[in-house]
């Protein structure tokens, strides 16, 4: 999941608002991170996913935590660090790690369908662990029907129809993204955060240490062979770490600071219909009618929970904001 942690970020290092930066920034959120889907199937073709998804976050984690000291930001506290391990083990080794796993056997698209739950799965966390506000009756609605979108979509090809490992699949990628809105939570509700591009640093360092650790324990670091790794493996390597953590993450943390907050989170509506044509474009991924209507079901839901979200944002908040969606 191409989604760290979603904290506004703080006025510093402000790049002028043009039309032109805007709509580019929103080019490379929307596109650049429904991609990165398709870009892990490929990356995990000759890779060991688990060491692949570790590689990656501590690539990128190093790149940014050096490029956030450069740009002045203070060197992060014990506090900090504490605050980004527990954040960055739910969002990267929990979410992303989950999608890794079950892209062996799931259609990137249909991945991404799926993680597009996370808005729903934040609204039931936040109830009952974060503001413990009550949902509104169309909050529960969208609820109601995102999750029957959810059931939809357990039966159609590419999840479930085609045996048990479709399945567990299927379950790995409800499961992180039941993490990754765990770990956006916490990190709405830290105190004192660092500034946004440190604290992401931090958590894919964070994030990319425990992957590290569970691919040495479920053996993807004895199986890596480096020799053995096609050159599309490596090009999609590269972009996951380019494109999707470091671009991506950069425009929309930029386009937090010029458009509201629940503007720059409409890419979660985005993300997987690029998925599912890049999918079924540049793999052969299925398209199925059912699918479909699974997809415009849960979308739908995910509209109808965060235009309610945002209309109760209509006044600034001085605690951090969260944005919807994951970094894949």
């Known amino acids: ?16 608002p043009t039309l032109t930066r805007i709509v580019l920034a929103f080019a490379a959120v929307y596109f650049i991170w429904g991609s990165t889907y398709l870009a892990i199937r490929f990356a995990i073709e000759t890779m060991p996913p688990l060491a692949m998804a570790a590689a990656r976050f501590l690539t990128a984690g190093t790149l940014l935590f050096a490029w956030a000291l450069s740009r002045g930001a203070p060197m992060p506290s014990g506090a900090h660090w504490r605050a980004a391990a527990i954040s960055g083990t739910l969002l990267l080794a929990g979410g992303n790690g989950a999608i890794v796993i079950a892209e062996q056997w799931v259609p990137s698209g249909l991945v991404a369908l799926l993680v597009a739950s996370v808005p729903l799965w934040m609204v039931i966390l936040d109830r009952f662990f974060g503001s413990r506000v009550k949902p509104t009756r169309r909050t ?17 090809p590419g999840v479930g129809a085609g ?25 709405r509700y830290i105190k004192d955060p660092p ?3 440190m604290l992401v640093a931090m958590q894919m360092l964070s ?9 040495a324990l479920t053996g993807d670091w004895a199986r890596l062979d480096i020799a053995s790794i096609s050159g599309r493996s490596w090009v999609a390597f590269g972009y996951l770490i380019l494109a999707g953590a470091l671009i991506g993450y950069a425009a929309y ?19 997987p219909v690029v998925a599912m044509l890049l ?38 908040s001085s605690r951090n904001r969260l944005a919807v969606g994951t970094e894949h």
Request: overall charge positive; aromatic content about 8%.
């Open 279 to 316: 999918g079924w474009a540049f793999a052969g991924e299925p398209l199925a009618f059912r699918s479909l209507g699974a997809a415009a079901i849960i979308l739908g839901s995910v509209v109808v929970i965060t235009t309610e979200a945002s209309a109760k944002q209509s006044e600034p």
């Open 140 to 156: 529960v609605i969208g609820l109601t029907v995102g999750f029957s979108g959810v059931a939809l979509l357990a039966g159609s």
């Open 207 to 215: 994030g990319g240490t425990v992957l590290s650790v569970l691919a």
């Open 195 to 197: 500034r946004p591009r």
């Open 163 to 187: 045996g048990s490992k479709e399945l567990l699949g299927a379950l790995f990628v409800m499961g992180g993204s039941l993490c990754w809105a765990a770990g956006s939570l916490h990190s």
């Open 253 to 271: 943390i930029w386009l937090l600071t010029v458009v509201p907050p629940a503007r720059a989170g409409t890419y979660a509506y985005v993300n």
């Open 1 to 16: 999941m191409s989604q760290p942690s979603l904290c506004a970020p703080r006025s510093t290092d402000r790049v002028e």
